[in-house]
């Protein structure tokens, strides 16, 4: 099955940077990359445009001008990485739902300010909207420098069975070849010996059913929490640089492990808040 990933592109330096983080990372998985440009402020735009000779609209001459460019740069300095363009009209969450229903993408990586301010509201909510009105996962990526990264990927666990799916679903974009840091939170208070069993049971079928070797964990006191209870997020945060992590994996679920931490408003705000890559995944299983 050919491997692809869908970037939404608006033309943006925001947009730009997503496209550059699957770029890097498309060397090392050979995935194919698919840029994405819905006109979401006219309604039939580019319908009307390749409908109609008399109708077209010189912002779809320049957009596709603009598509042109960003795929001339990208064959020129990843040739064996093939690219494809798509144009469409309408929602933004609404077209990429409709286009990835049929095709096999492995995720849609969207770039977001990842800082505050009415700019990044508007980004981290878009990419939000997308990722509650599709199955597809969404990857985050921040406006920042720092080096491009897989080295060390972090994961909230409670030692669910879909912790297990959302790391397949990590390994079809990333591989294996990481360091998987497990990071459990011990809201019930439970003893360091019964959560070393858990771990260790927990991590064996994480190498058997994803083939992710490489493993280590944390556990942080309820406590931890607790005292960034008007900010959960910011604490999930400091867990990140703590940890040195370079990318973040994110479950959507309406129950399991730490129900606060996941509710949409908590997601949401991990949404508007990027400070590194953030693979925001869908499970049903939790």
Known sequence: MVKKILIPVDFSEYSNKAIDYAR?????????????????????????????????????????????????????NE??????????????????????????????????????????????????????????????????????????????????????AVLKQATALYGTDFELILIHINSSDDSIKNLDVKFDQFIERVIAETGIDNISYIIKAQAFFIQYKEDISSAIDSVIADELLDVLLVTKSKKGFLRKIVEENIVKRMAYQIQIPKFFARSTTL
């Open 79 to 164: 040739p064996d990485i093939l690219v494809s363009s798509i144009f469409t009209d309408g929602n933004l969450y609404e077209e990429i739902g409709k286009l990835v229903t049929p095709e096999a993408y492995d995720a849609i990586i969207m770039g977001t300010k990842g800082s505050s301010g009415l700019d990044a509201m508007l980004i981290g909510s878009n990419m939000f909207d997308v990722f509650l009105n599709t199955n597809t996962p969404v990857l985050a990526i921040p406006f920042q420098e720092k080096k491009y990264k897989t080295d060390k990927i972090g994961l909230l666990c409670n030692f669910k069975d879909g912790e297990i």
């Open 24 to 76: 890097q990372l498309s060397k090392i998985t050979k995935h194919d990359l698919v840029l994405i440009h819905v006109f979401t402020d006219h309604s039939n735009i580019y319908h009307n445009a390749t409908e109609d000779i008399n109708l077209v609209d010189p912002r779809v001459g320049s957009a596709k001008r603009e598509m042109e460019k960003l795929i001339t740069e990208l064959n020129e």
